[in-house]
């Protein structure tokens, strides 16, 4: 089946460990804060077990984390939906080129409890910010699906699509991957752009923000 966008694969690792909508803008523009990065992203999970009643399975839009690096001072940022519509904005990005370092997620439960997934994607995971404008990285997603047994091929052999980097599993014990593993995470990152419905989504939040009177550039992650 075909994916639009850009995307890259990679190994999610799980670790166990012991929303609302946004509807305020912190920083409007003013001398100091002339540039503005906004998107969506959302997290569909499937698969994974749960941990004292935290549950990551399903669309999670509410704090899903994008951690970036500026590639110049090698400076770390993290951008995290802040809604329920997995709307994220920030005017902490100076202008640069910047790298998705990982996407992270963690949901907590009552019971004291944690499940926590991320991933490196290791290509499409560039772009520039530019000076003075609105910064619409457009709407992004994260697929990520936990095997309980691997994919074989007709063959009965491991698809050769598919990367082995590590995991972690429940007990937070890292592990090299190895034939006796009976799961594992595989992670799909795609920029799909559709950066109307980003630009709508902050509109509908903001409607009086000063944000809407800059111009504002679509923003390819590649």
Not at 129 to 138: A, S
Not at 164 to 191: H, K, M, N, Q, W
Request: charged share 20%.
């Amino acid at each position: 089946m075909a994916i639009l966008g850009k995307l890259s694969i990679l190994f999610t690792g799980l670790l166990i460990l012991a929303g609302c909508a946004t509807t305020v803008l912190r920083d409007e523009p003013d001398h100091a804060t002339t540039s503005l990065v906004v998107g969506r992203i959302e997290l569909l999970a499937s698969n994974f077990r749960s941990y004292r009643s935290a549950n990551i399975n399903g669309t999670q839009s509410l704090g899903v984390e994008i951690h970036l690096i500026e590639e110049t001072h090698n400076n770390r940022f993290i951008l995290q939906s802040s809604g329920s519509d997995g709307l994220f904005y920030s005017t902490k990005l100076k202008p640069g080129q910047y790298e998705i370092e990982k996407l992270r997620f963690k949901k907590n439960s009552s019971k004291c409890g944690a499940v926590s997934i991320w991933f490196r994607p290791t290509e499409n995971n560039g772009f520039v910010i530019q000076p003075g404008k609105v910064n619409n990285l457009g709407c992004l997603s994260w697929s990520a699906r936990n095997f309980i047994n691997k994919p074989k091929t007709p063959h009965g052999g491991i698809p050769t699509d598919v990367k082995y980097v590590f995991y972690v599993d429940e007990l937070g014990i890292f592990r090299y991957e190895d034939e006796d593993r009976d799961y594992f995470p595989l992670s799909i990152f795609t920029a799909n752009a559709e950066y109307q419905v980003a630009r709508k989504l902050f509109e509908d939040n903001f409607s009086e923000s000063g944000w809407l009177d800059f111009e504002w550039v679509n923003v390819p992650i590649e």
